[in-house]
T-cell receptor, first 116, second 114 residues
Framework: EPEVTQTPSHQVTQMGQEVILRCVPI?????FYWYRQILGQKVEFLVS????????KSEIFDDQFSVERPDGSNFTLKIRSTKLEDSAMYFC??????????????FGDGTRLSIL | GDSVTQMEGPVTLSEEAFLTINCTYT??????LFWYVQYPGEGLQLLLK?????DKGSNKGFEATYRKETTSFHLEKGSVQVSDSAVYFC?????????????FGTGTRLQVFP
């Protein structure tokens, strides 16, 4: 069964450094998402992306964050200047279409980001 | 705004016991409802879904029924196994939660002992 893949599985970065988290969505999917889960807390929506532009973003997704689909397969999340509170598990998801009821989102295994 | 409330965990059961994990939601309109499962060290996997009132989602022996009158989507399984030990997340999406993003509950950890 096709799956969403994320790299790296664990990223350790110094505070203030830039980090790029990478995702390869399922190949025929058109809608892409990033979520994060701070340790022990709920999974939170960050951003959705369709047709090469952001379709929705949360309050968490401030100017330090950006997303990009640089080629036909990768979907990246960049944090420009990391803060300690960015430490979390970041999940990428993709779906065939919106209104997830009939086209549910499929998640990757996540990247654990640790900021020192 | 829209939200999901789940029962606090952990839920600790013996193998073959009956499982219920409660989930209620607050939403404008008619959202789609989901249960996702997260096994240790892994990502979120879709377990089951329901898109309209009275729909029953089922998978791997788990069931949940979309109850509009009680705004609930409780997860049940008749006989749990040790391999069901995981964190279970209830979630909703659309149409008024703001596009198609998923809104998750806090998760409920299930521990099953032999």
């Amino acid at each position: 069964e096709p799956e969403v893949t994320q790299t790296p599985s664990h990223q350790v970065t110094q505070m203030g450094q830039e980090v790029i988290l990478r995702c390869v969505p399922i190949s025929n999917h058109l809608y892409f998402y990033w979520y994060r889960q701070i340790l022990g807390q709920k999974v939170e929506f960050l951003v959705s992306f369709y047709n090469n532009e952001i379709s929705e973003k949360s309050e968490i997704f401030d100017d330090q964050f950006s997303v990009e689909r640089p080629d036909g397969s990768n979907f990246t999340l960049k944090i420009r200047s990391t803060k300690l509170e960015d430490s979390a598990m970041y999940f990428c998801a993709s779906s065939e279409g919106p209104r997830g009821g009939n086209q549910p989102q499929h998640f990757g295994d996540g990247t654990r980001l640790s900021i020192l | 705004g829209d939200s999901v409330t789940q029962m606090e965990g952990p839920v600790t059961l013996s193998e073959e016991a009956f499982l219920t994990i409660n989930c209620t939601y607050t939403a404008t309109g008619y959202p789609s409802l989901f249960w996702y499962v997260q096994y240790p060290g892994e990502g979120l996997q879709l377990l089951l879904k329901a898109t309209k009132a009275d729909d029953k989602g089922s998978n791997k022996g788990f069931e949940a029924t979309y109850r509009k009158e009680t705004t609930s989507f409780h997860l049940e399984k008749g006989s749990v196994q040790v391999s069901d030990s995981a964190v279970y997340f209830c979630a909703l999406s659309g149409p008024h939660s703001g596009g198609d993003k998923l809104i998750f509950g806090t998760g409920t950890r299930l521990q099953v002992f032999p």
